[in-house]
T-cell receptor, first 113, second 113 residues
Framework: ETGVTQSPTHLIKTRGQQVTLRCSSQ?????VSWYQQALGQGPQFIFQ???????GRGNFPPRFSGLQFPNYSSELNVNALELDDSALYLC????????????FGPGTRLTVL | DQQVKQNSPSLSVQEGRISILNCDYT??????FLWYKKYPAEGPTFLIS?????DKNEDGRFTVFLNKSAKHLSLHIVPSQPGDSAVYFC????????????FGTGTRLTIIP
């Protein structure tokens, strides 16, 4: 049990729609990162938030955006969904500072039809 | 451009024997390496890590070896147990203080009783 929860567990959307995925971190975890794991691939870094500010971004277009809230929850928003956005989306939280102190949630499986 | 590579998609090992999982990287800026274990329907969990200033790190049944000149690392599990059956991801970071991780594609380890 990592203390990191994600909702929903599964989601089906159609191309062009918008989606919001949610992550709830442990208290005191000021840093949250989001990853996309396509089928048969490893997780790919989307972006990171630290104390509600974006703190680094991977190679993802601007239609991927995020928010982090003071209550240690965060959101990943994806606009204009494409078929290739179908993936498992993972959030990882940490108290901040070290790569090996990140705790991953179980992920949200997004299917885009 | 796959900067972290795990060339074996799967590996089967007899219970009690040694499991060796391999990982190669291409980016010389990587300075900190981690192994994660993932069970179905769960997020990756941190297993063991190593800094580039070391060539070996041991934690119980798990040992990670790093050959910086060859840009190669390996995870040894001995003795292997049925509960070790999972997908193992190698990940790399610019430093221990950098939480942005670049993952490999994973190796599915099956321990045969």
């Amino acid at each position: 049990e990592t203390g990191v929860t994600q909702s929903p567990t599964h989601l089906i959307k159609t191309r062009g729609q918008q989606v919001t995925l949610r992550c709830s971190s442990q208290s005191g975890h000021n840093t949250v990162s989001w990853y996309q794991q396509a089928l048969g691939q490893g997780p790919q870094f989307i972006f990171q938030y630290y104390r509600e500010e974006e703190n680094g971004r991977g190679n993802f277009p601007p239609r991927f955006s995020g928010l982090q809230f003071p209550n240690y929850s965060s959101e990943l928003n994806v606009n204009a969904l494409e078929l290739d956005d179908s993936a498992l989306y993972l959030c990882a939280s940490s108290p901040g500072g070290f790569a090996d102190t990140q705790y991953f949630g179980p992920g949200t499986r997004l299917t885009v039809l | 451009d796959q900067q972290v590579k795990q060339n074996s998609p799967s590996l089967s090992v007899q219970e009690g024997r040694i499991s060796i999982l391999n990982c190669d990287y291409t980016n010389s800026m990587f300075d900190y390496f981690l192994w994660y274990k993932k069970y179905p329907a769960e997020g990756p969990t941190f297993l063991i890590s190593i800094s580039s200033i070391k060539d070996k790190n041991e934690d119980g049944r798990f040992t990670v070896f790093l050959n910086k000149s060859a840009k190669h690392l390996s995870l040894h599990i001995v003795p292997s147990q049925p509960g070790d059956s999972a997908v193992y991801f190698c990940a790399a970071s610019a430093s221990r203080g950098n939480e942005k991780l670049t993952f490999g594609t994973g190796t599915r380890l099956t321990i045969i009783p």
